[in-house]
């Protein structure tokens, strides 16, 4: 393992996930580095280009060059432009957040996004991560893995609030019930307070390669027969996205 490239990744990451620039002695501090450390990966990665140095501030922040691998990336993910149109609809049907997610590892990307037309949503950014099994679309693709790669995630299950399953017996489970029912749910299992609800989305080849998912305040969703509407919406949207792709499944 080349830990100095390690290294200079964590920092391009750390730089990346900043709101504004970020100094020298910020980046040592948050990662452990030493002052000269920090500065020869900062100056490497800013002569590869993909870091730049504010002249004034001497604070640095990441360079286009970063949007564009992600760009390029994202493009190739034929996934959102197939599952746009229904993404509005499903935002507006269902007045909450929607999101778009793929599975990567243990975690969920956001890789589209609509917010609530209502004052109150969800927060979540496309590009953003979150541990899959905490929320609802990760769950939803889960709960479609097979054995030898859902056992790993379940042995490592951590709390991240007061509603977090932590027990590899209850979410497996939970994720059998999920699967039998076509929808998965998450109770404020990754913030407080927050709710989602997802379904699977398949390709043509019948596998789950994404899952849409809608989310929002906890008293949105507890609401007398609001989660079984939503579900339905929820359902009726990947199916649509499934067979947009070209699954000719059930």
């Known amino acids: 393992m080349d ?29 452990n580095l030493t002052k000269s450390n ?27 060059k970063l949007w564009e691998l992600g760009s390029a990336i994202v493009g190739r993910m034929d996934i959102r432009s197939h599952a746009s149109d229904v993404l509005r609809r ?8 929607v999101h778009l997610s793929v599975l990567e590892n243990d975690e969920v990307i956001y890789v589209d996004k609509i917010d609530s037309p209502a004052a109150i949503g969800a927060y979540t950014r496309i590009g953003g991560r979150a541990p899959a099994y905490c929320v609802a679309t990760g769950k939803a693709m889960l709960c479609h893995l097979p054995e030898d790669e ?10 991240y609030s007061k509603n977090t399953i932590v027990d590899p017996d209850e979410l497996r489970r939970e994720l059998a019930i999920s699967r039998e029912r076509g929808y998965t749910l998450n109770r404020g299992e990754w913030r407080d307070n927050v709710w989602g609800i997802a379904t699977a989305i398949r390709g043509s080849s019948s596998d789950v390669i994404a899952a849409i998912g809608v989310s929002g305040p906890e008293y949105h969703f507890d609401q007398e027969g609001r989660c079984e509407a939503l579900a339905e919406m929820v359902i009726r949207a990947g199916r649509e996205i499934s067979g947009n792709i070209g699954y000719r499944g059930p």
């Open 150 to 159: 859902l056992k790993p995630i379940l042995a490592n299950l951590q709390r």
């Open 38 to 64: 920090a500065h020869r990966v900062l100056k490497t990665l800013e002569h590869a280009g993909y870091l730049r140095q504010d002249p004034k501030s001497r604070e640095y922040g990441p360079s286009l």
């Open 3 to 31: 830990k100095t490239l390690l290294k200079g990744l964590h920092v391009l990451e750390h730089v990346a996930g900043c709101e504004g620039g970020v100094r020298i002695t910020d980046i040592a501090a948050e990662l």
């Open 90 to 97: 499903l935002a507006n049907e269902a007045r909450e957040s």
